[in-house]
Each structure stands twice: as structure tokens, then as C-alpha cells.
């Protein structure tokens, strides 16, 4: 007769078995291994309360082995997170469930991060610990640990083969997050069979060589042992720790267990029925918890509600006692206001002179940092090109957590998923930056950013050939229509000033979104015509007289003047041409389609675009009769000038271009 | 008075900061301090033919951190690699020189890779590493080591921070190449200043975790102390050697040396000047080399032609004894001609039953594997999902490098460098393989394919939203616009067996251009239609009977069989439409403006296109007038069947959407 423990895993592992065969899809090998760790970490050490899964100070947890979904469900179905039933996890992987094949955060109630891209949540994790860090060297006081809490992350194998998660970690080790503590699920089994034709490194000595603290588990299912691994990762308070957990993949099932095949498909009828005699299953009927075991995660949740209603008290304490950092943590955790300086005309002022974007979006950047506290951000090692750096604002270091300058090292990817575990965490605002050509490093992360609504800020600099002597290998081409290409993300490539202003107007704002900013490296003239309408993605900088012009150009960032010296030239021809500005695409196809056709009226089919990019995407404002001055080919090194000419971004060729299609 | 060997190095330095100087632009750093372990190994360690760049045998060299190319540049001029002149060195960064930025492949004489993102060229060692191992296992005999020699690679701590690296050498060692040999340029300094800020892990106790021999060069100004360790390097013969060589970055240049000022700007006239004092350099005149060195690499390059010229007698003995080995040695050598498989009817037939296009891919993997034995490639991890598995054609492993079959683990990102470094060292024909939705890992490196020119092929499977329950992390919606903006890059995106065994085509015979098959999960119907003219990317599947078509349908993969369906319901309401199969955009643009308007005819606006991602790049073929049936959001999770309907992929809608433009 198993007790109440083994029974509570096992239920984990029945639960989990059962919704994989109804769903005839989905991944077992996970949920049956690592059961009685998560079963140990979520009853017995875990700080969270299921009837407030936003509780600022909870401990958070991140399955970054997002395939084994259903030990994630099956935990919060026996917690009543959200009161997911069992008819939810009946319904697992089926079109509008709320128990889809991966975590979804924002759709099931208690997922902490979408995950599934192996090795994003571990960096995510690092994030989520980095927030924790910050904000408790801000906010805590003596004898008031307002923030305080661990941040706890589970992989396999594909997590730690992941390059993520070697940057991410070294990072972590390197700033010393001893709230961090990493769970390695180590089963030895890869999709393609054993680790060991692929995966033969010591693992916990590279978490050694990352300055972390190394524990082992030596039998997956002992729970008092994982109990002692996680009571000792928390009593090291300078290094993270990472818990190798030796597990054996689909546990329990005596025809798969060990296996590859236990990985990622259903077990099979019969085993399933196997794996219940196995574990000694107690019910009959599929889907079927014993009472006692709901009684057993039910007086669970009540103890952790209890935690929170310490902190609650405690929190009434604090805010009486410090009310104007009581203040603060509201602006932090709802949002600074920043529409005084959004209304102000000195934030729309033209620049006198000419400027690079980056440049233009440091010193905004600046600006929004002094009305914005809970700003923070960094760049992977190039903050000096990517003007990121925040003036007396604080490194954050190991010695410094209150810092807001972060410094991520040569580490694109790590960064990016650090920026969405800064955004999962809450209550702060965060931007990563790196030189455009880079942003391909950081994709994987942003299309996280964007599935998971999060207004995560990229600034991305030395935005095309302008990068000049670095070469092709440096110069970006075909990274804008990348990132056009992803759903719910939003790109600006501001010409001037008072666009760059627009485009941090949109990124500050932004509640659910991600946005890029595209910057130059190069100095930029200053538009006459560029304004607050740049809002709009797209807009009239310089119209003709006529009601239907006989050219439009469409020109984005570096390229705007170039239009507008070309219909200079083309006037003198008598060609009366239209310039609209198209800083950002997302934002213009949000307008009405009264406006789009105002600026883009279908009666005028002849349409040039300039872009020195890739044409890719822009013949929907071109259509079939237009053309597109773009580029065809990877740059050059040398001089920007002698690149801008060589590749036809000059006025000459632009009108040339325009002529060739009156 | 420094002695020749100071002397040569400091020529190094000296040409390195004088080129940067006169540039106006570069990195001298990396060259002032690593140029003593670069002279060391190339003049009296590397066995390279200056005389003879394209040696199949010599030993390779990467210079992974790319912005250091002076160092190359300096090297190449003094051994007299393609006679790079004093001119040549004068232009450096300048356009159209042979001395750009970053060393490209293909552009300068010598160059084995193009570098600049770093850690890349770390990884494209370890496939040049693999290619090694795998080529002297199927062409040495006893006494004949054909194939013996050693791939270098050197880079500094951004290369150390970045994932790539950490997958890579993870790979190196758990497949033992003991030919490959690290230098690691630690000079403790990043761009925004000490690597304290971001990187104090162990990199030496990381690399003895990956299962490397590990040495230290205590001071990288000494050469004997770095002999020394190449020749430790060698000794051992079942592990790849990581060598530590403390540096000091910008060596020399007192106002700047160990500082980050040192990395990526010029040193200034007067540092220049600086520097040649510190270093007692002879000469007054700017990039002016004293005789006495010329005399000295020519020297040493005389040396090293002799030990081609044995290899040559040796290669010729074994021609002799084992002719067929030699003429296999020519056809891996000079590539295959499949043209009897491609020119057979067979090759062309119609599958009988609805097949999914990643099994299509793996049947025609196969057959023409049969006929390319240099055939080699694998996935991440993936292979049972991606068809790649190659029959008896074994394990690539530490015990069987004859293996064709790579295991890269979850490692997209060192797979697809390692790719390129397979593509690189020649003999061999590369593939590499992953889901569609993780081609975003790989996108930084299948960029320098193409900028490379290698006719590496990308396998790509799950497709689209038919992934089905695994749910949106795990469908890709933008990545194909992703890769086809991507310059020199084919994509194919077949609707059946026809198309697939077209895109083979296409890829198999390439010879300077990556190529992507985009496959799906699902089963599809073979269509009637089909044929070979899928090699023009865009043909007419099922015409109108009207010269000027009602309408245009087009599609690629999945949905070209909507689109069929949809040309016969439309056909009952008297609506003649064309479908045209569009499974390569840019085998389309390749074409004729004739053939193009002969399958997209400007007369003929009322035009649809149907796929199932995003529709960024399609308005290139629909105009102003047409519509996209596309996703505009992510994907869910739930069957393949109940997604394509929840978002609009039927019969019914893209019959609706046609009307909707007549």
C-alpha cells in the first residue's frame, strides 16, 4: 500500500498518462520522471498560493522542458489553479483547451512562461531571478524582505545541450543568483536514442566552471532526498545551484521505461494499464483521483495561502512604515504614466542638426530612464555602439543588483530571453540591444516575446550598409522583413529625430507587444516634414499639389532623405511626387482603411519604394506596377558613401527609378 | 636588437596597426596580441602551401574572431598567399579590395571562412574537424595517410561567451577529434570593459568538462612556451586540445594595451608611432617590411611546399596501388554526377498514395544516397521526425568515423556552422536537418552559407500549423519569408512526391547556393499537375481555358491541393480560374520575364495566393488587387484537421476569397 506521497506522484504520473493517450498526442517520458520532484518542490518547498497565482513575492517556476506539459496541468489541476478540471485535462492538446501541448502563458492560469523552444526557459529562469535580485535591492528594508523569493527552473538533456542555456548560465554564475536554483532532469535519453551519442560531457562540472553550486540526486524517485538537495541549494546564499536529478525517462512503464520511445508519444493503451499496475493505481476508471490525495493537495494550498497572508501583513506594515516606497512599488508593478513627456512639445522637437538614430535613441532613451526608474536594460557587449547605456543609472553587478545597466556579454540569445523573463516577472520594464545583422541570434526569443504578449524593447543598431567597413558580414539585409514577418511584433525604422521619438513613444507604451527599433549608425539630416504622425506607421512627410500625384515614393529610416531629394529633382521635370514616410509597417496596417488609402490612394499605381534592404514585403505597397531600390545581394566593405553609392541609393537612381515607371 | 622571429612578429603588429591606422577603421587588438601564437603555428607548425592554397591535406586555420583579420591579412602577405601585395594591405576596409573587414571565403586567397559572428568559426572548425576524421577513415591505408592533418581555429572570449561555441565543442568532445586544436585568446577584456562585468567562469574547467585536453600558455608574448603546447596538442590522439594563451589585447601600444580602447578603433597616428618605438621597429616608412623577414617566411614557405610535394609522391604510390580509391578520391573530390538518376523517368513518377513531403524526402535521401557515398548529414535530434536517417550508411561516432550519419543533439546552431564547415573543407556533400519552426536557430549561420557560396542543404519538416497538437512555439508561420528574403538562398516548398524530388534536385546539384526544403508532417494528396517545370519554382498546375484566366490561384505546399479543389467548385459557377504551384520563389525569379508573364500575366490582376504562413511577400505576385489566404497571427494547438479550419485553409474559403476579387 503506497502512502500518500507515492500516491500524490503517482497520481502526477496516472493523470499524465491517461490525457497523452486520449489526446493521442503529447509526451509522457518527462511527467512520469520528474514527477516526484516537482511533486517534492510544489508541495513541500515552494512558496505560491493557487488562489492568487499573481502574488508578487511567489516563487515562480519554469518548466523549460515545456513538452512535458502535462506535469505542469496535472500539478495545478490537484493545486486548483484556476480551477482547471478534469475535463480540461481531458481535453489536453484539443483546439481551444486550456491545456494546449505546450505551457501557454497568458491562456492557462499558474504557467509562469511559453515554453517548448528548449533551453529559452532556463535563460528565461536567469531573467526571472535577475528581476527578483533588483527589485529587492530596491525595495527591501530592514526586517521587511518585501521581495524575497526563489526562482526554480526544470530541464532535460535538450535544455543543457541548448547553447542558451551555457550562456545564460554562465552569466548567472558570473552575478552570483543564489535564488536560482536549476533542476536537471538527467535520464540519459535523446530523441534519437542515448545521450551518449551526442551528449557524453560532465555536465555538473561545466555548472561548476559557471560558479554554481552543484548538488545530485542520486534516486530521482526519493523525495527526501531531493527535499535535502533543495534545502541545501537554499542554504548557499552567493551561487546558484544546479540539482542533477538522476530520473529514468517514462517511469513506471515497464514495456517503454529507459527508453526514446517513452519520450514522445502516448504510451498505448496497454501500457498505460501496465504502468497503473506498476504504480499499484488504486482507481479503476481513467481520470479518476482518490479523495484523499485532493485532500492532501488541498490542506497544501491552504498551508502556501497561509505564506501569503504573512506577507500581506507584513506588506500593510511596510507601506505604513515607508509609504513613499510603498508608492513606488505601485508605479513599478502598474506602470509609470509618462504621458507628460509624450504631451510636451520638447519631446517632439526637431534636433537641430544632423544625427544618428542610435544616437538620438540614447539620449531619449535617457530622458524616459529619469520618469521611468524601473527601466532597465542592456546590450550584448556593444552598449558604447548601441548608445544603451543609462546615465547614473548603476551597473548591475553580483555587488550591485540595484543596478539597471545590464551587461550581458557576447550572449544574443541569452540576452533576449533574459529581457522576457525581466518582462514575465513583473514590475519592471525592459530593453535588450545588439547591432541589427545580430537580431537573427535573437529571434528565436523575440517570437517568444511576441506569442507571449510581452512589450519587451529591442534596439537594434547599424541598421544596413551604413555599418560601412565591418562588411557583409556586419551589414544587415534582410533582418527587417524577418521580423515584419512575425506575428504581434512591431519594427520601427525612424528617418530622423522626431520619428526615433515616435518609435520609443510606441515601445514605452506598449502593453502587450513587442517593437525593435531599427537605427542608423550614421548621421541622419533631420526631416522637415517628419511629425507626430509617424505614430501611425506611415504618412504623407511631403505631398505633391495634385489630388492624385503623379509618383508616390515610400522610403523608411535612412532612406526618407533620399526621397525627398529626389522629388526636389523630379519636380524640376514637372513629375509632382508624393513622399510618405513608413517608419513602421505594423503600425500603419493598424490604421483605417480610409487612411491607408489617404496616404496610399489605389489610383496612383505608380510607386517606388527606397530601402537599403531587402525588397521583400514591400510590394504590397508597390503592387505589381511599382518598383522597389533595394537591395539584391549581401553588402560590401568599405566607406558607407561608396557602399550607398555602389548599391544605387542615390538621388540619381532613385529618380531614374521613379521615371522608369511614370 | 630584437631577433628575427621578434622581429617577424612584431611585422604582424606593426602592418596590422598601420593598415588599420590608414583605414581609418578596424580592430588592432586582437592581431597586437594574439600575432606571437599565429606566427608560431603558421610558420613553424601548420603544414600550408602558399604556393598551393587549395591542398586537400593542408591544415586548416579558422580565425574565429573575424574582426581580427589584419592578423590574416598580415600572414597571407608575408608567406605570399596569392600575392596579397603591400597594396592590397594599403586598402585594407576599402571597396573592392581583397582586404575587406572580415576575412571573406572566397574573396581572398587563403581565407578558409568567412567570420565576424562570433563563435561561428569555432564551430565550422569542428566540422572541418569531422570532415577530417571522416575522410582519412574511408581513403587511409597502412602506410598511406592520405588524409592526416589538423584543423586550428583561434578566438577569444566573445567566441568563449557565445552558445554556439558551448554546443560545438560539447559535440568535438564527445566525438573525440583529437585533430582539432582551440587557441583561446584570453586577454580579459570585452567592449564595455573587463570580462569581470560578464564572464568569470572557468572556460579551461568548461573545456575539461566537454572532455578536451586542456594547456595554458602563462605568457602568449613566448614562443617556445607555445610550441610547446601545439606539440602537447598533438600528442594526444583521443581528445581536441583547448589552449589558453593569456594575451595582452593591443599588445605594444603603451597608451592602450590591456584595455578595451584597444579592441575596435584604430590606435591613432600617434600610438602608431607609439608602438613601433616600443616594439624597436627598424623601419620609418610606413608598411615597409625589413628583407630579412620576407627572406624569412619565404623560407619557411619553401619548407612547407616540399611537405606538399611529399604528399603528392605518396597520393600518386597510392593511385597506383589502389586505383579505385583514387578515382573515389575524384568523385568526392570533384562531386558526383547524378544526371543519370535525375534524367530517369523514375526519378520523376507520381507517388501512388498520399505521402507527407518529409517522407517523400527521406525515400529520395536515400536513392540518392545510393549514388553519393560523400553524401553526409544529420539533425538535431531529430531525425526520426525529419526522414534523414540514411541506411547502412552507420553512425558518425568516436568509434566509426566512416559513419555518414551525424547525431548533433540538440544543437541547431553548431550543426548548421558544422554544416558549413563540412561544405568547406571539401569532398563532402552536407545536409543538416531540424523542425521549420527552429530554422530560426539556424538562420546566422545559414547566412554565411549563402554569403559563402556552399551548396549547403537545410532539411525543414513540420512545415506549418500541420504540426498540429504540439501547438504555436512548435508551427512556423514566418519563417519562410524569413529564409526566402534571404539573399543567394533557394527555398522549395513542394505540394507532393514531384515537386519534392524537383527540390532534391535543385539542392543535389547546386554548386555556390544553399538550398532549404520546406516539408510537411502531414500526409498530402499527389497532384495530377505536378511536374518536373517545379525546377522553374512557379509553373501553371491546372490552366484556365481562357488565354486571360478569370483568376490566378497560387500556392505552394499543403495548400496547392486547396487551390486545385477550389478551381473546380469555382469552375461550377462558371469561374475559369489557373492554379499555379509555387514551390520556389526564387527558382521563379531566376526565369525569363517571358516565362513569368507567360504564368502570371499582367492582364490577369484578380489574383489569390494561398499558404499557410505568413503572408509577408506574397503581394510580390497579388498586387494591389489580389488577396493572401494566409495566418495573420500564431497557430494553436489541437489536430492538424481542426487548425487548418479554425484558420480558414478550406475549399470554401478560398473559393469565398476569389470571388471577393472577380
Not at 151 to 161: E, H, I, P, Q
Not at 469 to 479: A, I, K, L, S, W
Request: net charge negative; proline share 4%.
Amino acid at each position: 500500500m503506497k502512502n500518500i506521497e507515492e500516491l500524490s506522484v503517482n497520481t502526477i504520473r496516472v493523470l499524465s498518462a491517461e490525457a497523452i493517450q486520449k489526446a493521442k498526442s503529447g509526451h509522457p517520458g518527462l511527467p512520469l520522471g520528474a514527477a516526484p520532484m516537482a511533486y517534492e518542490l510544489w508541495t513541500n518547498h515552494m512558496n505560491h498560493n493557487p488562489a492568487d497565482p499573481e502574488w508578487a513575492n511567489r516563487d515562480r517556476f519554469v518548466l523549460s522542458g515545456g513538452h512535458g506539459s502535462m506535469l505542469l496541468y496535472s500539478l495545478l489541476h490537484l493545486f486548483g489553479y484556476g480551477n482547471l478540471s478534469m475535463e480540461d485535462l481531458k481535453n489536453f492538446r484539443q483546439l481551444g483547451s486550456l491545456t494546449p501541448g505546450h505551457p501557454e502563458y497568458g491562456h492557462t492560469v499558474g504557467i509562469e512562461a511559453t515554453t517548448g523552444p528548449l533551453g529559452q526557459g532556463m535563460a528565461m529562469a536567469v531573467g526571472m531571478a535577475m528581476a527578483e535580485a533588483h527589485l529587492a535591492a530596491v525595495f527591501n528594508k530592514d526586517g521587511y524582505d518585501i521581495v524575497d523569493h526563489y526562482t526554480y527552473v526544470l530541464g532535460g538533456d535538450g535544455c543543457m545541450m541548448e547553447g542558451i542555456s551555457s550562456e545564460a548560465f554562465s552569466l548567472a554564475g558570473t552575478l552570483g543568483l543564489h535564488k536560482l536554483i536549476v533542476f536537471y532532469d538527467s535520464n540519459n535519453i535523446s530523441i534519437e536514442g542515448s545521450t551518449d551519442i551526442a551528449f557524453t560531457e560532465d555536465v555538473t562540472k561545466r555548472f561548476e566552471a559557471f560558479g554554481f553550486q552543484t548538488l545530485e540526486v542520486k534516486d530521482g524517485n526519493n523525495l527526501a532526498e531531493i527535499a535535502a538537495a533543495i534545502e541545501a541549494a537554499k542554504a548557499d546564499t552567493t551561487r546558484p545551484t544546479m540539482i542533477k536529478v538522476n530520473t529514468v525517462i517514462g517511469y513506471g512503464c515497464p514495456a517503454k521505461q529507459g527508453k526514446a520511445s517513452a519520450h514522445g508519444e502516448p504510451l498505448g493503451e496497454e501500457n498505460v494499464a501496465a504502468l497503473k499496475e506498476y504504480l499499484e493505481w488504486p482507481c479503476k476508471e481513467a481520470f479518476t483521483v482518490p479523495q484523499e490525495v485532493y485532500d492532501h493537495f488541498n490542506e497544501a494550498a491552504r498551508k502556501k495561502a497561509a505564506v501569503e497572508d504573512e506577507w500581506n501583513v507584513l506588506f500593510e506594515k511596510y507601506r505604513k512604515e515607508y509609504p513613499d516606497m510603498a508608492e513606488k512599488w505601485d508605479a513599478y508593478y502598474n506602470g509609470y504614466d509618462l504621458s507628460k513627456l509624450f504631451d510636451s512639445e520638447d519631446y517632439w522637437k526637431k534636433a537641430e542638426k544632423p544625427e544618428a538614430t542610435r544616437s538620438t535613441s540614447g539620449s531619449i532613451l535617457n530622458e524616459i530612464k529619469q520618469l521611468m526608474p524601473n527601466l532597465i536594460g542592456g546590450s550584448a557587449d556593444l552598449a558604447p555602439s548601441n548608445k544603451t547605456n543609462m546615465k547614473d543609472a548603476g551597473d548591475f553587478s553580483k555587488d550591485n543588483y540595484a543596478g539597471t545597466n545590464l551587461h550581458f556579454g557576447v550572449r544574443e540569445q541569452a540576452m533576449a530571453a533574459i529581457g522576457n523573463g525581466l518582462a514575465l516577472h513583473g514590475g519592471l520594464k525592459a530593453f535588450v540591444a545588439t547591432f541589427f545583422v545580430f537580431s537573427d541570434y535573437t529571434k528565436p526569443m523575440a517570437r517568444l516575446s511576441a506569442l507571449m504578449n510581452l512589450p519587451l524593447t529591442f534596439i537594434f543598431t547599424h541598421d544596413s550598409i551604413g555599418v560601412g567597413e565591418d562588411g557583409p558580414t556586419h551589414e544587415p539585409v534582410e533582418q527587417l522583413a524577418a521580423f515584419r514577418s512575425l506575428p504581434n511584433f512591431c519594427v520601427y525604422r525612424p528617418c530622423d529625430r522626431t520619428e526615433t521619438a515616435a518609435a520609443w513613444y510606441r515601445a514605452v507604451t506598449s502593453k502587450d507587444q513587442p517593437t525593435a527599433l531599427v537605427l542608423t549608425r550614421q548621421n541622419l539630416s533631420q526631416m522637415q516634414g517628419s511629425s507626430k504622425e509617424a505614430l501611425k506607421g506611415g504618412y504623407i512627410l511631403e505631398d505633391s499639389k495634385k489630388e492624385v500625384p503623379d509618383a508616390i515614393i515610400i522610403a523608411s529610416g535612412s532612406e526618407v532623405e533620399l526621397a525627398v531629394n529626389a522629388k526636389a529633382e523630379l519636380a524640376k521635370d514637372g513629375v509632382d511626387v508624393r513622399v510618405v514616410s513608413m517608419p513602421s509597417m505594423e503600425a500603419f496596417e493598424e490604421q483605417t482603411a480610409e487612411y491607408k488609402e489617404s496616404v496610399l490612394p489605389k489610383a496612383c499605381r505608380k510607386r517606388v519604394a527606397v530601402e537599403a534592404l531587402s525588397d521583400f514585403g514591400w510590394y504590397r505597397y508597390v503592387g505589381l506596377d511599382g518598383k522597389v531600390v533595394s537591395m539584391t545581394g549581401f553588402g560590401a566593405s568599405g566607406p558607407a558613401a561608396s557602399l550607398f553609392e555602389k548599391f544605387g541609393f542615390t538621388t540619381e537612381n532613385v529618380v531614374a527609378t521613379v521615371k522608369s515607371v511614370l
